[in-house]
Every structure is written in C-alpha cells, then in structure tokens.
C-alpha cells in the first residue's frame, strides 16, 4: 500500500476519470486509473457538444443553474447543481489559465456556442465539433506529466470486497498488471449505458458494467428510467450536435414540414426532451421512416459546415450525405444516462471506499433530463471532488445511509420470475453472446425508448427477466436493463426524458421520490469473492 496518502484505484480514463485521478494524485494518493481501452476511447473522446460554463460578464453561476434545473423537471439536486455551476467555471477558468485548446472569435476571445435550453450562449467548443477529443487528449497529456499509473487496456471484471468495504478491482486480463489491483479506495468513472439499447451515439464500452459492479458491491443506484435520448443521430449512430441547431438548423418531417414550431416556442432550441419526442412522433406517424435535419439554410447564409463542424462534415460524407445540400436522415438515439450509482457531493457512495463520478453517477445535477454540454463539466468538477474524497483519510467515513432512503425502492437484478416459454429459454440458452446481447437492445428499444406505456414496460421486463436467467456477459447487461424498465415501469408519470403514453402528465407528487434500487451484498456468485 502507499507510502503516502493511500492508494486510490479509479476506472475509467474519460474527462471523470482523469480529473478524479490527477485530484486524487495531487492530494498525496499514490494512483493508478485503469482503462479498459485508451484514453482517447471514451464517451468524452466523443463529445462533439462542449463544456458549458458561465465565464462571461453577462451570465453567472446562477443563471446557469436555473437553465440546468429548469431542464431537469423538477428532479435536480439545487446544492449538486450549486456546486457543479460555481466550481464548473472555476474549473474551465483553470483549463483556459492552463492551455487547454477551446475555439476563438477572429478577435481572439473564446468563442461562445449556444445549444439548447441555455438562456444565452455558454458553450465552449474546440476543434468545432471535436470537443471531447481535444479534451480528452488535454487531459491525457497532464496525466502523463503526473504520478499517476495509467494502465490501458485494463478492464475492470468486477469489484473486490472484505467485510462490505471495497479493497480493489478484479482485472479481466492478469496481463493488464496483475489480476487484482488493490487500493484504499476506488472511484467509478465507467460511463454510462446508452450500448444497452440498438440506436446510439455511445461507444461501444458503454454497457453499464461499472453501474452493475457498484450494484452488486452494495451500492444503491437511483433514477434509472431517466435515459436521454439525443433527437438528431443518423439511423445508424452518427451524432449531429445540437450546436448545428444552435447555429441555425431546423427539423422537418418527410414532407418538409418544420414541426417544432407547432410544439414549443423555443422551436428546435427546446429542451433535448421535448424534441426527441416531437422526432420520436413523427416518426412514429411516418410508419418509422426518418425526419429530417435542415442546415441547406446555414450553407446558403455562408456559414461552412465542413469547417465549423469538421467530425459531422467528415461523417455525413462517408454516409454519402452533402448536408450543405440535402437535409440529413434523423432519429432519437440513446445518448445519456441521468441515473446511475447514487452518490454524495464528493462522489461518495453508501458502500465503503467506493465512489463514483461522471455518467455512472448518478449526482442530482441532471435530474429529469440533463442540460446540454453539462456532462462534460460533471466530470471534471465531481470527478475532481471524487478524487480528492477518495485520497482523504476520511474517505471511509459514511456519508449517507442507504437504509435512511426513503424513495420507492424495487427489487433489483435477479429477481424476476424468469417466466417465458420452454421453447423461448430453450432458444435463448441456443443464442451467441451477439444475439442475446441483441436481444437485450431489442427488448429496451421496443418497450423502454422515447415513448413508453406498461403494456411495453412489462412486456421488456418479461423478455429481460428471461436473458437474465444466463451466467454470461449478456444476462449481466440484461439484468440492468431490467431495472431500467422496472425504474420506467414504477415512474407512473411524464417528465423530463421519461414519456409515458398511458401517463402522459407530470405528476406533482412524484417530483421527490426517486426510484432507487439497493444493492446487493449476498450474490456470492456475481461478486469478487473477498480477497
Ligand atoms: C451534442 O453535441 O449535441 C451533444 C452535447 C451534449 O450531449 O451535451
């Protein structure tokens, strides 16, 4: 064990990831951050939105907080929402001060991006549309100046416990330095599980695997029927950002109708929720065929899209789409996790030396549906606060109590009846891992997406229930999307992300619930045994 201030194990090498590292590193920690690919292979590495801050005279900390709060429909956290707006622009104040790449006006001053449901532009971009990877490789370029022990290609099997408290992370790979790697304290930074469904604009790491080792560690998960869906991703999964719109763009049906000016004034500058159902409608009456995205106008007023959104541009070429012709084929598509491992303002979970940061968070900052560009800054101000909790002597000390939780708690992976035909599990039990885990997508697509009802909430959990029987990687991934459904199931109401057809209003009374699972410690079987 360290010398120093202990050791602190952190998963996951994304913007959470490296800011929990480089925290924990610079209060004394000896640390080393594991990854199960590179750090340029993240969720953050694919951000093409930016970092939101209010670093400009005219907007402050609190204005950004009631645009987050006002998207999260009534389900935010106000002191992680205080924290994340105040400590957020210190923080990007801090990556300016220090170097870090951000786009420019032709007069020099950092160029202000507006996306939707910000009251004034607050965004900042780098490379355009390649945010997160200039991120990304930032951060990459500090850690490597610092102490800590990045390890890549190093993926996390599961947790490793003694006595309920946490004590390191059991690798995949006994070649990826070692089969289990101890620590005094680890930190989640695993992402989150838009993979879990078919259409998204995830990287293909993103199943949830850190949320579900957290889970069976113990620790309570909340709000897991909140999954944003991103409202403009081609049909096959290339994301085009919401800056497109903020610069111009509309939305249109097949027939060239702009549809969101019939549904909210803010038109395609609503919140991501309200237009990913608007999309998700008139699909539906379009008998699934796609709407459309309009940026022809931008081309015509001179704005040029190959230059201001170079990642975008590159895509839609391949896909044989000139977008400064044609109006792009759109879809809503998976895009973040609002729920997750249900922590403290220091990323403390009510597992012992376990903490979690970034989308596996589940933090209160983004209650109902996150606000845009506010997820890379959650993970480097929580990643920050995780980091440094981690390092502390205290960071054993119990927070939060999970048995004080009074929200509506369900039961969690495993405990379904595993109804289903024999002819149906015999099949299953048949099935490559691809295709079970396809028919884990399958069942949250049909019955969990953008509009849900409990006729299809039930019928996923029934389907869910059955793959989860498995022992394999499939009816792990199954298990959590079961909760997700249930989590939608028990939400008997609309808000933010969560649209229920057969509850189409927001319910006052469940504005203070949350859905939470608790954690089991007594799966002998999925845990790491004791070391
Ligand atoms: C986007 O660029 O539209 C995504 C930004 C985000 O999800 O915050």
Redesign the pocket.
């Known amino acids: 064990m360290s010398a120093r201030n202990g050791t602190v194990a952190v998963v996951g090498g994304g913007v959470a990831g490296a800011s929990a590292a480089l925290a924990a590193a610079a209060a004394g920690a000896d640390v080393v951050l594991l990854t199960a690919t590179t750090l340029l292979d993240s969720a953050t590495a694919c ?3 930016g970092v939101a801050a209010a670093i400009w005279p005219d907007d402050s900390p609190e204005r950004h907080a009631r645009d987050t709060i006002a998207a999260g429909a009534g389900l935010c956290d106000p002191a992680a929402v205080e924290v994340l707006t105040r400590e957020g622009a210190e923080a990007v104040r801090a990556l300016v001060a220090a170097g870090a790449e951000f786009d420019r006006t032709d007069d020099g001053d950092l160029a202000r991006g507006l ?1 939707a449901a910000h009251s004034l532009p607050r965004i900042l971009h780098a490379g355009g ?1 390649a945010s997160g990877l200039r991120l990304a490789e930032f951060l990459a370029g500090r850690l490597a100046d610092s102490a800590v022990d990045v390890r890549e290609g190093a993926r996390m099997r599961d947790l490793v416990r003694r006595d309920g408290t946490v004590t390191g992370v059991r690798l995949d790979d006994a070649t990826a330095g070692g089969a289990v790697v101890d620590a005094d304290a680890v930190v989640l930074a695993t992402g989150g599980l838009g993979r879990l469904y078919p259409a998204t604009s995830n990287p293909a790491g993103a199943l949830g695997d850190g949320i579900l080792a957290a889970w069976r560690a113990g620790a309570v998960l909340a709000d897991l029927e909140f999954v944003q869906f ?1 409202p ?1 991703t081609t049909p096959d999964g290339l ?5 497109v719109r903020g610069a111009g763009a509309v939305l249109r049906d097949e027939r060239g109708r702009r549809y969101l000016t019939d549904v909210d004034p803010r038109a395609e500058l609503a919140p991501r929720d309200v237009v990913a159902a608007a999309t998700a409608t008139v699909i539906r009456e379009q008998a699934g065929r796609p709407a459309y995205l309009d940026a022809t106008g931008l081309a015509v007023s001179g704005v040029e899209l190959a230059a201001r959104f170079p990642t975008i541009h590159r895509g839609l070429a391949a896909r044989g789409i000139d977008w400064r012709t044609e109006p792009v084929p759109v879809a809503p598509a998976a ?2 996790a609002m729920g997750g491992v249900r922590t403290d303002l220091d990323g403390r979970t009510n597992v012992p030396r376990l903490l979690a940061a970034g989308e596996c968070a589940r933090t209160g900052v983004h209650g109902a549906n ?1 606000l ?5 800054l959650e993970g480097l101000v929580f990643g920050a606060r995780a980091g440094r909790a981690a390092a502390r002597p205290a960071r054993d000390a119990p927070v939060w109590d999970a048995t004080e939780v009074d929200d509506a708690a369900f039961d969690g992976p495993g405990a379904g009846s595993g109804g289903g035909s024999g002819r149906a599990l015999a099949a299953l039990e048949r099935a490559t891992a691809a295709q079970r885990l396809a028919a884990v997508q399958a069942a949250l697509r049909d019955g969990v997406g953008v509009e849900r009802d409990a006729d299809g909430l039930r019928a996923a959990v029934a389907r869910l229930d059955r793959i989860s029987l498995g022992r394999d990687a499939a009816a792990e991934r199954a298990a959590l999307a079961r909760l997700v459904a249930i989590a939608a199931d028990h939400r008997t109401e609309s808000r933010g992300a969560h649209r229920r057809r057969d509850h189409p209003d927001t319910d006052v009374t469940l504005a203070t619930p949350h859905a939470v699972v608790r954690g089991r410690t007594n799966q002998g079987a999925a845990c790491s045994p004791a070391a």
Do not use: W, Y
């Open positions: 951000a093409q939105g996306e549309d991103h403009t994301l085009v950002s919401e800056a895009h973040f996150r845009a560009s506010n997820s890379l």
